[in-house]
Every structure is written in structure tokens, then in C-alpha cells.
């Protein structure tokens, strides 16, 4: 009797509920044809909430009777897979994952039932973001699929959900045949059919893709599906033989038809798209913009039109303010589980860094093209520069000014007319509150000139009685003789610059070259730390390798180029990696590939090596200056060629000055530059030192000993800024890698063994699962805020470590002393409950001028912290957010403010 009701009332029912869910989804799913669609209409890439709905809770509720009350049915693991189904489609993926595990463990012998858990395992995984996971789980599932059962297209398919993900198109184009082939249902099969057409393009398969899309067309597929498939098979007919204009011409007839009025917006981006094919960008962003006017429910279309246009004045253009604002609107249209958002998002917030990069390519190869011709071509060529600048100088101008008479013009003769109107709470954006401002001044000081020193008395009565002004005068100008004049200096100060920084010696063009190699370098490790998007980051690596053959790094790029291959299961790895272990066999890359431990044995032995450091320094921060002379050149004797060479030497000489006079000083600073001079801590530092000896030498040479006892934790000529004050409170942060160009040594993923026993969990998740501590709670969006926008803070985070930060603060005086002298940057320590540390680095006021610190530190934080890489990190914020860290929670709930925020 249990089976009977567990089957055929409970079970039932539950099902039954969570079919309804799946229905639910499919109807409110937005697709985007333009891109691979989704294999499964189901939920969004993130939770939706923290509570199931009533009706997943529902079919919770009667999973859970199963279990407590009818114990003795067979239907014990068909009621856990129905609460991790439930989970699922409610957005708990983490509690789905531990139950699809307990099923696949705990019910072996149902070989169907464990064939479905994994199946749904391994998308629950993708959702999570761990492919490799999901990938051992998906390679035993096929190992053991049943083409007789009913889950066979769903193994197929989830591994086409795979390839897609992973873009191995190769694969995904032969699993989506086969799960077409299994497939019982109609609508899913057209849908993958599709899906299939979309994977045969992008293989050059086109010929195939057009017979799947005239299939679809000339089914029973709902009319949006049908008319893309239709719209497909337009844009690839002909296309051998370069036949556009006629393709452009079927899309603008498709125009015409009001049964098409709602695919306005596809129609005009397919016909961007075939002008930007055939390098017309004009018509191109014409088409696009076209779209995003066309725009009437789908707002995804709209977003990748803003998309392509943000792209081509990105890439193209070099407009990189245009593309700001259309990569803004393209965050503010698309939808958030639109493939690719995130990394969108974080090429937005992070522009300026690949702007800055961009722009010294782009200026350095002009400067070489200019300096390879002749004089002749040359000053012709600088002339054209020259007229088009003005052009542009000119063309902005009058820009600026007719949208400041617009303004004026829109608000009678008002100049703020800002965006706030009357009501805004800001005085400058209330228009209003401006013109009873100025009334009010008016009546006190009278009709002024906008002008230096116009409170000064003698100047109240005589100008200010014939010189009556509106709130406009001062900031209108007539583009009169003077204006000509500054276009003319301007001119000349861009020709003279041009000239200036041509390369037309072999030093100079070495250095040039130099320039735009590591502006290239900055752009691959962006594109491979921070936005985590490998293809870009392989087309750089390899326009590296094509543009410098020969240059220093190509074991650490040859590294990253397997790697990141190797995670896209791109047979190319292969190649990299024989180049490195042939080539390269002594580098730590080609260790680490033979041993993947080898990275972490570095690790232990460098952390090793700066617990001496860390020895030495105290001796230092003690003043026995003989014992740390005597320890440096023990230290060096047993290793001869550390990393930090150039900062030991450093305290030896320092050490030794308080005991010797300046000019024995000056030759041991001498002689680290000469050992060390691509050092970029110490070598620049040391030139500050002599350079300062230099420009004092009377008063050093008088001195007995070239240093006095001073304060050792201080840099030497500095001032004392470094403060020592400690806090009670604040908290840890997250490594945010912003521009690291030290190659990630990290084992690349292994080829997977599909025999290989996927999950481990014994015992039943608990029926709280939805509680689990392990489960990150949401963060407090309302507790943080970019008020704060003049007071920003780096953060170093020590965690978990008892090691004295004493020697890492005192690098990190001497990094600020060569880079930030002046600019009143100081660093200080705050205990943040019993295992972190923060060295808080400020004030910087602004975001970008933090960032920029940011970039510059980040690269030499493993020369400047004498701690584990392990157990410090770095991060941003604002005083203001910084205040309220007061303990780990907090703390967590501003890591994740800070990622959906920066």
C-alpha cells in the first residue's frame, strides 16, 4: 500500500507540480536569438530568492512525507531527486547539488534514477560555475547511459549545455544530434534542432544549418523561432558567393510586412550585422541604432545593439568615452542571466585601465610609422596629424557651446537646466534654487563680471556699474581673435609633441617597443584575471608572441597559452607546452607542468626564505646593524639568487651607513643599482637616495656616519609619515587581481577520467538543507553606499598568519616614497578581531586614482609582502563603507556589495 499511494498520489502530485514550474519558466523566458540559445528555459544564473515558493515548497512537502511516512515504499530516491529538482528550479542550487549527490550514492542500484540525478547534477554544477565538476559528472553519465531509457536526450543535451558553455562547438554540434535523436518531445526538439543550426554556422557547416533552419521554418514552431530560422537562413544563402545587397534587400523587404512589426529590432540588427561583415560601419551603427529605436518588449535586443555599437567604438573607434556610455546601456537594457553579463559589467567598471593601454599602443605605433618615413612624407603626414586635431579641437568646441545655448535656450536663457528640474534636492540641479541664488547676489554685490578678484572694492563700482551679466556671461565666448590664437598654440604644442617623442634611434625605438609590450601585457592578464574571458586573452598572448618573438616572458606566456587552451580542451595546448618542456625545461613553468606540486614546494620554500627576511629585518628594526651586515652575507652565500636580493642589500647598506661615513654609503647604493637595475622597488629608491646625497653633500659629508640613529621604521631622507597607530577594529578582504603580469602558475584542468567515481557524500542531506551554514547569506545592499566618493582606501589583508608585518609595511613605505613622494600617502594597521590585519593605504579621492595605486602595487606585492601569498589579500573601499567592517559578517556582506558595485 505505501508504493501504491507513494507512486501514484504523492510522487505524482509532486511532479506534477514541479512540470508546472518548468512550463512556467518556458513561457516567461526571454530568449535571444542572436546568440546560442539556452538548452533549457528553466532558472536565471543566480538565486532568486532565499525561500522556495509556495508551490516548490508544495512539492517539498510531499517529497518529505515520502520519506517520513512511507519509508517502506521504493520511492525513497525518487523523493529526493523530487526535492533537488525543487531546489533546482528554485535557485538553491547548492542544496540541489547535496541532493542529486545523496541519490547518485545512496541509490546505485536504480541505475534510471541515477542516470536522471546526475543529469541534473551536472546543471546544477554549471550553474555554480564549476565546469570541471560538472564535467566529471557528465563523462560518468554517458559512461552509463541507457538509450532505452527516457533521460538519454537530457544526458545529451546537458552535455550540448556544456559545450556551449565552454565553446567546444565541435562536440556540442555532435551532442545536440544525438539528443535530437532521443528527444520525445516535440518543442524540445525544435528547439535543439535550432540550437544544432547555430552550432553548424559557427563550425562553417552552413549548408547543414540552413536545412535545420528551413526544417523549423516550415514546422509547427511558435512564430518567433520560426521567423529567426527564417532571418538565418537569409543572412547565410548566398553567402559563398558574397552576395549581400541581395541578402540586405530580403531583410528590408521583411520590413514592410505589420506581421512583423514586433521583429523590427532583429530585423534591423541582422542587416547591421551583414553591413558590419562587409566593413561598412557607418551603415553598420546606423542599423544598430535603428534596433535599439525598433525596441518593444525585447530588451535583450536592445542591450546587444548597445552592445555592438559600445564594441565598435571601443575597438575600432577608440572612442572610449561613446563606448562608456553604450557599454552603460547595455548593462542598464540587458538582463542579468544574459550570457557574457558579468563579464560586460566587468570590462564597464574597468575600462580605463584597457583605455590607458590601448592608447599607448596606438600612439607608439603611429610614432614608429611616422619615424620610418621619410623626411619629406614625414612633415606631410604630421601636417594631415596636425589639421585633423584642430578639426577636432574645433568640432568640440562648438559642440560644447550650442549645447550650452540649447540648454540656455530650453530654460529661458536658464544655463542650469540639469536634469533634476525644479524638484531635484540638489541646489545645482534645481533650477529654481540657482535663480533665487543669483537674485539674492544680485542684491548684494550687484551686476559682476565673472572674473579674478571681482570682491575687491576698487573694482565694486567701476566695473561692476557698466558690466551687468546674466548667469550665462563668463561662460559663452565668441570664438574671436584670441580663441584662433590658442588654436594655433595648440597646434603647434601637438606638432612639437609629435616630433618630440619620435623614435628615429634604435634606443629610442627599443624603448617604444618596450612601451607597447607591456601595455600588451597589462591587456592579456586583464582579459585573463579580471574578466576571465580566454579568448581574448589567447588573441593577445598571441599577438605578443607574433609582435615580440623573442621577448623575456615567453616561457610565462607559453604557460598561460596552455592553460587557458587546455581549460577550452583546445588541442593547441599541446603545442605550448612541448615548446616549453623543449625549449624552456628549466623554468618553474615547465615544472610545474611535469610536477604539479612543484608550484606549491615553491611556495613553502619562498615563504621559507622570507621568514630570513623577516629575521633580518627585525635586527634592523632593533638597530644591531652589525648583526644584520653579518646575516645578509650569510643569507646570500646560501642563496645566491633570491628574489630579494636587491631589499637585502638594501638593509645591509643602510645598516652599514650608521656606522660609516657618506661616501662609503654612497658606493654600496652605487653598486645595488649596477647589480639590481630591473628591480622596480629598491633600484628606484636607491637613485632617490643618492640623488638626494647628491644635492646635500656639504652637510652629508660633514656627518661622521652617513645615517644616524633614527627611526628604523622609517624610510631614510623621508618624512616621518608612516604611522603606527592601531585600530580595534575591521575586516579581511578578497583578492581582486587587477593587474598582475606574473603568469598564473595554476594547473591547467586534467584530461578527465570518466571512470573516475564523481561524488562522496554518504548520509541523507538534512531537511534543513535550505539553512545550511555553508550557504552564503545575501549581502546588505542597503548598508553600504558610493556617498563616499572623495575618500578612497587600498586595503592588505593578513590573515590568519602571526607574522610581524613590521618588514611588509616597511616595503610598502618604500614603494610609496618612490611613487607617491609628496602626495601625503600614508599607511596604518587596524587588528580586525582575532585572525586579520588590515594595512589600510590612503586617502586617494578618487576611484580611479585608487585603482591606479592598485595597479601599480599589485604587481610588486609579492616582493613587498614578507608573508605567504596565501594569507594576504588586497581590496578597495571607501572610509565611509570602510567604518562600518566591524566583524566577518559585515565584512562578507561588503564583498559581495563591492562585486556588484566595482
Not at 560518468?140 to 556544456?162: E, G, H
Not at 610609422?369 to 606631410?380: F, I, N, Q, V
Not at 611535469?594 to 606549491?600: A, G, Q, R, T
Request: charge should be positive.
Amino acid at each position: 500500500m505505501q508504493n501504491l499511494t507513494a507512486h501514484y498520489n504523492i510522487l505524482f502530485d509532486a511532479n506534477l507540480i514541479l512540470d508546472q514550474k518548468q512550463a512556467d519558466y518556458d513561457l516567461t523566458f526571454v530568449d535571444s536569438y542572436n546568440e546560442i540559445l539556452n538548452v533549457y528555459q528553466d532558472t536565471t544564473t543566480g538565486p532568486k530568492s532565499y525561500t522556495l515558493d509556495k508551490n516548490l515548497q508544495s512539492a517539498v512537502d510531499k517529497a518529505n512525507k515520502i520519506i517520513g511516512y512511507k519509508d517502506q515504499s521504493h520511492y525513497i530516491g525518487d523523493a529526493y531527486l523530487v526535492l533537488g529538482k525543487a531546489n533546482f528550479l528554485g535557485g538553491q542550487y547548492f542544496n540541489a547539488g547535496e541532493y542529486f549527490n545523496y541519490v547518485t550514492e545512496e541509490f546505485g542500484t536504480e541505475k534510471n534514477l541515477v542516470e536522471e540525478a546526475y543529469t541534473w547534477k551536472a546543471r546544477t554544477l554549471m550553474y555554480l560555475n564549476k565546469l570541471p565538476d560538472a564535467k566529471l559528472v557528465l563523462d560518468t553519465a554517458l559512461q552509463n547511459i541507457n538509450p532505452k531509457k527516457n533521460t538519454t536526450a537530457d544526458v545529451y543535451a546537458t552535455k550540448l549545455q556544456y559545450d556551449i558553455n565552454i565553446q567546444d562547438y565541435v562536440d556540442g554540434e555532435a551532442m545536440a544530434k544525438l539528443a535530437i535523436q532521443y528527444c520525445r518531445t516535440n518543442n524540445q526538439r525544435l528547439r535543439w534542432m535550432f540550437i544544432l543550426g547555430q552550432l553548424q554556422e559557427l563550425n562553417n557547416h552552413t549548408a547543414d544549418a540552413y536545412a535545420n533552419y528551413t526544417k523549423i521554418a516550415k514546422s509547427n514552431a511558435v512564430f518567433e523561432m520560426s521567423f529567426n530560422a527564417d532571418l538565418n537562413r537569409i543572412r547565410i544563402e548566398d553567402a559563398q558567393n558574397g552576395i549581400k545587397l541581395t541578402r540586405i534587400q530580403k531583410l528590408s523587404s521583411l520590413l514592410k510586412n505589420p506581421n512583423n512589426k514586433e521583429f523590427k529590432d532583429q530585423i534591423y540588427y541582422q542587416i547591421a550585422q551583414l553591413y558590419f561583415s562587409d566593413k561598412d560601419i557607418t551603415n553598420a551603427i546606423k542599423n544598430y541604432k535603428l534596433s535599439i529605436s525598433s525596441s518593444i518588449k525585447n530588451q535583450n535586443q536592445k542591450g546587444i545593439s548597445y552592445l555592438r555599437i559600445a564594441d565598435i567604438n571601443f575597438s575600432i573607434k577608440a572612442d572610449y568615452v561613446t563606448a562608456k556610455k553604450y557599454y552603460d546601456s547595455t548593462l542598464t537594457t540587458l538582463s542579468p542571466n544574459y550570457p557574457g553579463y558579468l563579464i560586460i559589467q566587468k570590462k564597464t567598471n574597468n575600462l580605463q585601465l584597457l583605455t590607458d593601454r590601448l592608447k599607448i599602443i596606438s600612439r607608439e605605433d603611429t610614432l614608429q610609422m611616422l619615424a620610418s618615413l621619410d623626411e619629406k612624407t614625414r612633415r606631410g603626414k604630421i601636417d594631415t596629424m596636425v589639421l585633423a586635431h584642430t578639426a577636432q579641437m574645433e568640432a568640440d568646441a562648438n559642440n560644447a557651446l550650442a549645447a550650452i545655448k540649447s540648454n540656455g535656450n530650453t530654460s529661458g536663457g536658464n544655463l542650469y537646466n540639469t536634469p533634476g528640474g525644479s524638484n531635484s534636492t540638489f541646489y545645482f540641479y534645481n533650477s529654481n534654487a540657482v535663480s533665487q541664488g543669483y537674485q539674492e547676489f544680485q542684491r548684494l554685490w550687484g551686476s559682476r563680471k565673472l572674473e579674478d578678484d571681482w570682491r575687491r572694492s576698487n573694482r565694486s563700482s567701476t566695473v561692476g556699474a557698466n558690466t551687468a551679466v546674466s548667469p550665462t556671461q563668463g561662460t559663452l565666448a565668441t570664438a574671436g581673435p584670441a580663441t584662433k590664437s590658442g588654436e594655433s598654440v595648440a597646434a603647434a604644442n601637438y606638432r612639437q609633441q609629435i616630433v618630440l617623442n619620435l623614435p628615429t634611434t634604435p634606443d629610442l625605438l627599443v624603448q617604444s617597443n618596450l612601451r607597447i609590450y607591456n601595455a600588451l601585457f597589462d591587456i592579456a592578464n586583464f582579459y585573463r584575471d579580471i574578466l576571465d574571458d580566454k579568448r581574448e586573452a589567447i588573441n593577445t598572448y598571441e599577438n605578443i608572441l607574433k609582435r615580440f618573438p623573442n621577448n623575456p616572458n615567453k616561457p610565462a606566456i607559453d604557460y598561460s597559452l596552455y592553460r587557458l587552451y587546455s581549460e577550452l580542451n583546445d588541442p593547441k595546448a599541446d603545442a605550448y607546452k612541448n615548446d616549453l618542456l623543449k625549449n624552456y625545461p628549466e623554468t618553474a613553468f615547465a615544472k610545474v607542468i611535469l610536477d604539479p606540486e612543484y608550484s606549491k614546494k615553491l611556495d613553502d620554500k619562498e615563504a621559507e626564505f622570507k621568514a630570513l627576511y623577516n629575521q633580518i629585518y627585525d635586527l634592523y628594526a632593533s638597530r644591531k646593524y652589525t648583526d644584520v651586515i653579518s646575516r645578509v652575507d650569510e643569507v646570500m652565500k646560501q642563496y645566491p639568487n633570491n628574489s630579494l636580493a636587491a631589499q637585502l642589500y638594501y638593509l645591509r647598506a643602510v645598516s652599514a651607513a650608521h656606522n660609516e661615513p657618506v661616501a662609503a654609503f654612497v658606493n654600496d647604493l652605487q653598486q645595488i643599482v649596477k647589480n639590481y637595475p630591473n628591480d622596480r622597488l629598491i633600484t628606484p629608491l636607491v637613485k632617490q637616495h643618492i640623488n638626494y646625497i647628491n644635492a646635500n653633500l656639504v652637510d652629508m659629508s660633514a656627518r661622521h656616519n652617513a645615517l644616524l640613529y633614527s627611526d628604523t621604521t622609517a624610510v631614510p631622507f623621508a618624512p616621518l609619515v608612516e604611522n603606527k597607530k592601531e585600530t580595534p577594529y575591521r575586516v579581511p578582504g578578497r583578492h581582486f587581481d587587477f593587474d598582475n603580469q606574473v603568469a598564473d602558475v595554476r594547473k591547467p584542468i586534467k584530461k578527465l577520467d570518466t571512470a573516475k567515481k564523481v561524488d562522496s557524500v554518504k548520509r541523507a542531506p538534512t531537511q534543513m538543507a535550505i539553512l545550511t551554514p555553508e550557504q552564503k547569506q545575501p549581502y546588505n545592499s542597503k548598508l553600504f553606499s558610493k556617498r563616499d566618493s572623495t575618500n578612497y582606501y587600498f586595503i592588505i589583508n593578513i590573515s590568519n598568519d602571526n607574522t610581524n608585518p613590521a618588514s611588509s609595511r616597511f616595503s610598502i613605505g618604500q614603494f610609496n616614497r618612490t611613487n607617491y613622494d609628496g602626495r601625503g600617502i600614508t599607511h596604518q594597521l587596524m587588528q580586525v578581531g582575532d585572525n586579520n590585519r588590515l594595512i589600510y593605504v590612503g586617502r586617494f579621492y578618487s576611484l580611479e586614482e585608487v585603482k591606479a595605486y592598485a595597479r601599480a602595487i599589485v604587481p610588486l606585492l609579492g616582493e613587498i609582502m614578507k608573508i605567504p601569498k596565501d594569507k594576504y589579500s588586497f581590496f578597495i573601499v571607501t572610509k565611509e563603507n570602510l567604518d562600518k567592517l566591524a566583524d566577518k559578517k559585515t565584512l562578507d556582506s561588503y564583498f559581495d556589495y563591492y562585486q556588484n558595485n566595482y
